[in-house]
C-alpha cells in the first residue's frame, strides 16, 4: 500500500513518525474517514468541512489547504487501485520532540498529517444489510466534546469488545437514560413515517452521512425528529438504523436482546440505503 505521511507518498512499510508525535502520545489529533464507491470519493465537501471545524475547536492548524487534501485523498485512491473502500485522514499536534502538556508553538512545530487507503470491495453490495445489526446498550463514559472527532477512541473500541463478548454486532451508548450515538456511528429509531435522531449537540458527533440522510428522508416526504430518544422508546419502535462513512445506512434488528419491529431490516432503513447510495455514487 501507498500512505501519505507530511508530503511524501511513501511505501507502508516506510512511513515514520516520531514517538513523541502529541497523537501517539496524548491523544492529540483528529480524523476524518471518506468512503470511496466506484473510485470516486464520497461527500469530500462534508468531510473536509467538519474537519476544518474539529481544527478550529482544539486550535490546531490544516497542515495544508482542502484543495490539497483532496488532491492527496485522489492521488491515493488512485495509485492504490481504490474502487471501493475508505480514505482514512489523520492530523496530530505533530512532535514537540519531548513529552509536555502544555500544547506547542505551532511555528516550532507543524502538526503530522497522515492518510492512508483501506481495500474493501464489496462495502456498498454489503449483505448485512440485508439481515441488520444486533447492538447492546452501554454507559456513555466518553468525554464531553464527541462533536470533535479525534483520535481518542479508547472506549468506543472498549465497547465493540463489549459487544462482540455479548455476542452481538455493535454498542448504542446511552447517557442519562438517553441514547447518543453508536461507538462509531450515529443511532435512529423509526415509528411510522418519523424518523428520529438525536440532535446535533457536543453529545454527539455531527456524522456526515446523517446529514445527507436527513436531507434526503425530508425529500422524500418523511418526518425528522432531530430530539434524544430512549431505549424503551427504541424497543418499541417499528425500525431502527444505524449511519456512518462506512456503513452508510444499516439496519438495526436487535437492542438489548429485544427485537425491533419485525425483528427483521425495515422499509424505511432499507429505503434510505437504497435513495443514499443512489444519490451519493
Ligand atoms: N466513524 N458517531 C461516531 C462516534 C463516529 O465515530 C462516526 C464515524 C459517526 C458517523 O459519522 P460519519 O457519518 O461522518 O462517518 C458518528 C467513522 C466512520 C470511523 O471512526 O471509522
Not at 474539529?54 to 492521488?75: F, K, Q, W, Y
Not at 471501493?84 to 505551532?106: C, H, K, S
Not at 440522510?213 to 422524500?220: G, K, Q, S, T
Not at 424497543?235 to 427483521?264: H, L, N, R, W, Y
Amino acid at each position: 500500500r501507498t500512505v501519505y505521511v507530511n508530503g511524501d507518498y511513501l511505501p507502508e512499510t516506510e512511513a515514520r513518525v516520531s514517538i513523541f508525535d502529541r497523537g501517539f502520545l496524548m491523544a492529540d489529533g483528529v480524523y476524518e474517514v471518506t468512503s470511496v464507491l466506484d473510485g470516486k470519493l464520497i461527500d469530500f465537501a462534508g468531510h473536509a468541512a467538519r474537519l476544518t471545524r474539529s481544527l478550529a475547536e482544539l486550535d490546531m492548524a490544516a497542515p495544508v489547504t482542502m484543495d490539497e487534501l483532496l488532491t492527496i485523498h485522489r492521488e491515493l485512491v488512485a495509485r492504490n487501485g481504490i474502487n471501493e473502500g475508505m480514505v482514512y485522514l489523520q492530523v496530530t499536534r505533530g512532535n514537540p520532540g519531548d513529552r509536555d502538556f502544555a500544547f506547542p508553538d505551532p511555528a516550532k512545530t507543524p502538526s503530522t498529517l497522515v492518510l492512508f487507503t483501506q481495500d474493501k470491495p464489496g462495502l456498498a453490495a454489503n449483505p448485512q444489510a440485508k439481515i441488520g445489526l444486533k447492538v447492546i446498550s452501554i454507559d456513555d463514559i466518553r468525554w464531553g466534546r464527541r462533536d470533535i472527532k479525534t483520535v481518542q477512541l479508547l472506549y468506543p473500541s472498549m465497547g465493540k469488545m463489549m459487544a462482540k463478548k455479548a455476542g452481538v454486532d455493535d454498542a448504542w451508548f446511552v447517557e442519562d437514560g438517553f441514547v447518543t450515538e453508536g461507538t462509531s456511528n450515529n443511532a435512529y429509531i423509526v415509528k411510522g413515517n418519523r424518523i428520529i435522531t438525536r440532535n446535533l449537540g457536543n453529545e454527539i458527533l455531527h456524522g456526515i452521512t446523517r446529514a445527507a440522510v436527513l436531507r434526503f428522508a425530508r425529500e422524500a416526504q418523511m418526518e425528522v425528529e432531530e430530539r434524544a430518544f430512549t431505549l424503551a422508546e427504541a424497543a418499541t419502535a417499528d425500525e431502527a438504523f444505524i449511519t456512518s462513512a462506512s456503513a452508510f445506512v444499516m439496519p438495526v434488528v436487535q437492542i438489548d436482546g429485544t427485537a425491533i419491529g419485525t425483528g427483521k431490516p425495515g422499509p424505511v432503513a432499507s429505503r434510505l440505503r437504497e435513495i443514499y447510495l443512489d444519490e451519493m455514487r
